[in-house]
């Protein structure tokens, strides 16, 4: 048996255990994927935990950069209270109807808004209308930017704030100085701003699985 299909049948195992698929998130992969969107949302594992780290956060507002079809989104939806807010930002308006009606399947679209747009230019627009500070933020968009991803979710979060960035690992590219690869590079200026962000407290984890090699960051922002 291959590794990759170790690493498969363990998430198998704890999807079914632990993160078991139900209508509506069957229902947003499978009209995601009729959709012609790309297969690069989380795990139903990976998911579940998003949504654990939010309950356990207490987060009443979250942002998620990064949408697709709206997968990620119900499960941190769904830690939520009904008076929560959900903002997740999305460039390709294709994928945001997607996840407009996947959240709407979901019972989410009273919380859960989606904003059409360049993520740095949403967020310059976001931080103009002065919300509240979010309790939780998700990375997962264009690994270019993630180091002004980071700048921003500092901005608009506040002590005690979590931060997650996904896919930090690039196969092991991760701890090349030298790649010339613009997702390499932007995701070592983001784990180093994270590491020296005077306001930053984090970690990076490696992951396999049925996305394969892989892993995220997690941050608490400080006092």
């Known amino acids: 048996m291959s590794e990759s299909q170790v690493w498969n049948d363990v998430d198998d195992h704890f999807t079914h255990l632990l993160a078991p698929a139900d209508e509506v998130l069957a229902a947003a992969l499978h009209d995601s994927d009729a959709a012609g969107l790309p297969p690069i949302g989380v795990a139903p594992n990976q998911g579940k935990l998003l949504q ?16 697709l079809g709206g997968y990620s989104t119900i499960w ?13 930002l999305e460039y390709e308006p294709r994928h945001a109807e997607v996840a407009r009606v996947n959240l709407a399947r979901a019972g989410l679209d009273k919380i859960a808004e989606v904003r ?9 627009k976001l931080a103009d209308e002065n919300p509240e500070p979010f309790d939780l933020v998700f990375i997962d968009a264009d690994k270019v930017n993630n180091a002004h991803y980071i700048e921003w979710a500092v901005r608009l979060t506040r002590p005690g704030s979590v931060i997650v960035l996904d896919n930090v690992v690039r196969g092991g ?22 590491a020296t962000h005077p306001k930053l407290d984090g970690t990076a984890v490696q992951t396999v699985g049925s996305k394969g090699y892989d892993g995220f960051a997690l941050a608490r922002v400080r006092a």
């Not at 941190?76 to 997740?88: E, H, K, N, Q, V």
């Not at 059409?116 to 310059?124: D, I, K």
């Open 173 to 194: 590219a991760v701890t090349d100085g030298t790649s010339t690869d613009p997702s390499v590079r932007g995701t070592r200026a983001a784990l180093e701003l994270i």
């Open 76 to 88: 941190l939806g769904r830690a939520l209270p009904a008076d929560g807010t959900l903002i997740t």
């Open 116 to 124: 059409v747009g360049p993520a740095l230019e949403s967020l310059p």
């Open 52 to 67: 654990l780290l939010a309950e356990i956060q207490g987060a009443r507002r979250i942002l998620e950069i990064g949408t």
